[in-house]
């Protein structure tokens, strides 16, 4: 490390009834990987955008300097313009247009005042060549994973050559391969004086590429340190205010007195009919009262499409058995499914969880929306009931939120997440699905819902929990299901579980 990059001085920035961040400093050096870490709502966002121009010059107090020289952004172009590149969680691509398009998007070779396609190709070509990365520049964005998509929004930050890269979240939707590709290229950058600033909640990536990592917590700096004088508990008790002995409950698996239990949900030859993989194949299995099933598998075996189906929420065509408390039932819909006493909190929750320009109220009762449930009486929803029992839920999940009117795209994910937990806890579910129910939510808020997930167990709830993270998958369930292509290559109980049993039949053994 060299010489000082960025300085943020001070940094004061309200939103109405509430600081998001008192008086916060922060610097990145020259070819460094700074880590910035905190709880969800602890003001990483805020921070960013201000040094992204989004959150422009005027409207936070303090001072921000690039390389020596206060700057004041009044937009995005102007940060852009100083060297710094930040790629958001939500990606900015243009879907139709091709992979080479995208990476040069607004600062495209001209010749004669018109854009010089051939040059255009060569240069995106000769980019990916120098990071190695392997992606068709010919083809549409939207035909891309999402993890190539993510590679492609760096490979286009390369190319303004920015002197600050911004990674929020960069890993979420990659896999092991992509991952390793985004390490070599921050190692490339390390050597060639570049930057970078990488927002995580995975801890372990933290020690594995980061050179020293700051802290926020409740909007303010609790302090920076090199990795070499950090430990992960060290890291936690900062994050959080507290220490996290444990980050997964201790309950008594029930496996072994699950013959006397109640069987709370039975599939039985679920088989699926999409047009493109995963399908299902001849699915059978049961969850019973009071039981946590993990079930894990690779990106693309089927976890997400297989609970969709039994909650009734996949559009394809398929075919099997599904039973409640013994009882065969037809579940056509999300409708049939929350009438028979099941709950989903899926795995994209702003698409599929909130209504994120509505309020915490309104996504809190939304699946409550019944005569039965208090909220409504001849179709007319009673906001005095919402909102009591809103706040019954706000209080016991520990939601953060200025007001109850608040749109809940301004909360933070952790408590987003609870908004849709606390959504489905109010239809008082017996069967609930999770599917990666703490993506992207730091290391306080997966304890919290990692307790409430025990707790749920403890008083009967049957819980199916799909997971891409094995110590989660270990660490909650008292029986895993593995899927393979749509198959299920292993069922275990969990004493003496490991990790490489698990990716064994994940990969097909």
């Known amino acids: 490390m060299t010489s000082s990059l960025l300085n943020m001085k001070t940094i004061t920035k309200d939103f109405p009834g509430v600081r998001a961040l008192d008086d916060v400093n922060f610097d990145v050096q020259s070819s460094e990987i700074h880590a910035l870490c905190g709880e969800n709502g602890a003001g990483k966002s805020t921070l960013i955008k201000i040094l992204g121009g989004i959150h422009p010059y005027g409207t936070y107090a303090g001072e921000l300097h690039i390389n020596g020289t206060a700057q004041r952004f009044r937009n995005v172009r102007d940060a852009e313009l100083s060297g710094i590149a930040v790629i958001h969680q939500e990606l900015a691509l243009i879907p139709e247009m091709t992979v080479a398009e995208n990476i040069y998007l607004g600062k495209e070779p001209r010749r004669f005042g018109v854009i ?3 040059r255009l190709y060569k240069d995106a070509e000769e980019l990916l060549a120098q990071f190695g990365l392997d992606i068709p520049l010919q083809g549409q964005v939207y ?10 929004e760096i490979a286009k930050a390369l190319s303004r050559n920015a002197r600050l890269l911004v990674l929020d979240e960069p890993t ?60 992960e508990d060290k890291l936690i008790s900062q994050m959080v205010g507290r220490e996290l002995t444990k980050l997964f409950p201790e309950r008594e698996h029930p496996s072994g007195a699950s013959t006397v239990k109640e069987v709370a949900l039975q599939v039985e030859n679920i088989n699926t009919y999409p047009h493109e993989p995963p399908f299902l194949k001849d699915i059978s299995f049961e969850v019973r009262t009071g039981e946590i099933l993990g079930i894990a598998g690779l990106m ?45 909190v899926s795995e ?29 009486s001849l179709g007319i929803i009673n906001r005095g009931v919402s909102y009591g029992k809103s706040k ?30 606390g959504k489905w806890l109010m239809t008082r579910p017996k069967v609930l699905f999770l599917d990666e129910p703490t993506r992207g939510i730091d290391v306080g808020a997966k304890s919290e819902i990692h307790s409430l997930t025990a707790q749920l167990a403890d008083e009967g709830v049957a819980i199916v929990l799909v997971s891409s993270e094995l110590p989660e998958i270990l660490g909650m369930s008292d029986r895993v299901l593995v899927l393979h292509e749509g198959r299920i290559t ?20």
């Open 116 to 118: 010089d396609k051939s």
């Open 143 to 152: 035909k891309l994973g999402i993890g190539q998509q993510q590679l492609v």
């Open 172 to 231: 979420a939707a990659l896999t092991q391969s992509e991952v390793d590709i985004l390490y070599q290229i921050l190692d490339q950058l390390r050597e060639i004086g570049v930057a970078c600033i990488y927002i995580t909640h995975k801890l372990k990536e933290i020690f594995q590429i980061a050179d020293r990592v700051t802290v926020l917590r409740d909007g303010k700096t609790v302090g920076t340190q090199s990795i070499d004088e950090c430990t």
């Open 300 to 344: 693309g075996a089927g976890r997400t499409e297989l609970i969709n189906t039994i909650f009734g929420a996949n559009t394809g065509k398929w075919d099997g058995n599904i039973y409640r408390n013994g009882a065969r039932v037809e579940i056509r819909s999300p409708r049939d499914a929350i009438q028979r006493g099941m709950a989903l």
């Open 348 to 376: 994209d929750r702003k698409r599929y969880g909130l209504i994120l320009d509505d309020d915490v109220v309104r996504n809190m009762t939304l699946a409550n929306l019944t005569s039965a449930g208090g909220i409504t």
């Open 392 to 421: 019954e839920y706000v209080d016991s999940l520990r939601i953060k939120t200025a007001s109850y009117d608040l749109p809940v795209r301004q909360l933070s994910g952790g408590n987003q997440q609870k908004v849709v937990l």
């Open 490 to 509: 292993g069922e275990f109980i969990i004493d003496n579980l490991t990790q490489e049993d698990i990716l064994r039949c994940a990969a097909g053994a």
